[in-house]
């Protein structure tokens, strides 16, 4: 019987290469999205591939969405191994114009989406009476406050607070909670970071923001969707049952803590 594993979010960018990353491991994937047409198209890629896919559309802000989306992996897998919190969403603002719409949506969506994904989650393994593994999308946001991003920067400490309080009260069910934290990889994200800054900026031209944050990385070269599976798709294996309740970086060496 092989695994299963959930991935928020993962039409495209980073959630796409550790779905992918988890088929090449073994695991039947449920690929979801809010975006429709991208979820059919990766799905449709995976299949082709020889992947054992289902697509799911929700969005990860709606606590039915998250367990409608949890519902339909066991009903066609008949259980649940990982649920990967990994859908989010940017914002780029100086402090002083950060607006009621702003936080409300990313909270929304970076926030309340892993607090719902996770008790969705929880439940599932619970009632199996399996260990679980849920792992979070967090980022070295979650462990540094950056200037132009401080609302994203803000949901990502919470998405690591959640995954210290939730690794806490888990435990005792053998469902472990651990998060990723990428640091600057090329995905539509950055795309739009990037074009926001620009715009903030007296200086800085199209793709110049992106470098300047990539400049910083020791390793020398920004970050793939494979850097950042290869730790989740550890995450996920039985080699990670004894860690719980950490955020780890992966970041060429970018943040050190
Ligand atoms: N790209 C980076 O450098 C970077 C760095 C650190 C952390 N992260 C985190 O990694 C995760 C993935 O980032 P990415 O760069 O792949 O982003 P992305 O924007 O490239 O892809 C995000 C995917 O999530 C989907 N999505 C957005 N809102 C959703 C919702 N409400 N419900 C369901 N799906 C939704 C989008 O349609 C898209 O397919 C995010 O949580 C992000 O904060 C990214
Ligand atoms: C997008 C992200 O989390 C970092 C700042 O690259």
């Known amino acids: 019987m092989s695994k299963v594993a959930i991935v928020t979010g993962s039409a495209g960018g980073l959630g796409k290469g550790i779905a992918e990353r988890l088929c090449s491991d073994g695991f039947s994937v449920v690929v979801h999205d809010i975006n429709e047409q991208l979820l059919n198209e990766t799905v449709n890629e995976f299949k082709n591939k020889g992947y054992d896919v289902i697509g799911v559309k929700g969005d990860v802000s709606k606590r039915n969405d998250q367990f409608n ?44 989406g892993v607090v719902f994904g996770t008790q969705a989650a929880a439940e599932q393994f619970i009632s199996q009476k399996s260990k679980g593994k849920i792992i979070n999308a967090c980022s070295i946001a979650g462990h540094e406050s950056y200037e132009m991003l401080g609302t994203y920067s803000a949901t990502k400490h919470a ?10 009260e888990l435990a005792k069910y053998q469902i472990t909670v651990n998060a990723y934290c990428p640091g600057v990889a090329k995905t539509k994200m950055w795309d739009r970071i990037d074009e926001e800054m620009v715009k903030y900026s007296d ?20 970050q793939t969707p494979e850097d950042v599976a290869n730790l989740v798709s550890f995450l996920a294996s039985d080699d990670a049952d004894y860690i719980t309740g950490q955020a780890i970086l992966t970041d060429g060496g970018l943040v050190y803590r």
Do not use: C, M, W
């Not at 259980?79 to 780029?92: E, M, Q």
């Not at 998405?159 to 806490?168: C, G, I």
């Open 159 to 168: 998405v690591k607070s959640f995954t210290h309080s939730a690794a806490k």
């Open 69 to 112: 989306l949890v519902k339909k992996g066991v009903e066609k897998f008949g259980h649940l191994d990982v649920f990967v919190n990994n859908a989010g969403i940017d914002a780029v603002s100086p402090f002083l114009e950060i607006t009621e719409e702003q936080l409300n949506k990313l909270f929304s969506i970076n926030v309340n």
């Open 203 to 222: 200086d800085l031209k199209p793709g110049e923001a992106f470098e300047k944050f990539s400049s910083e990385i020791a390793l020398g070269r920004y």
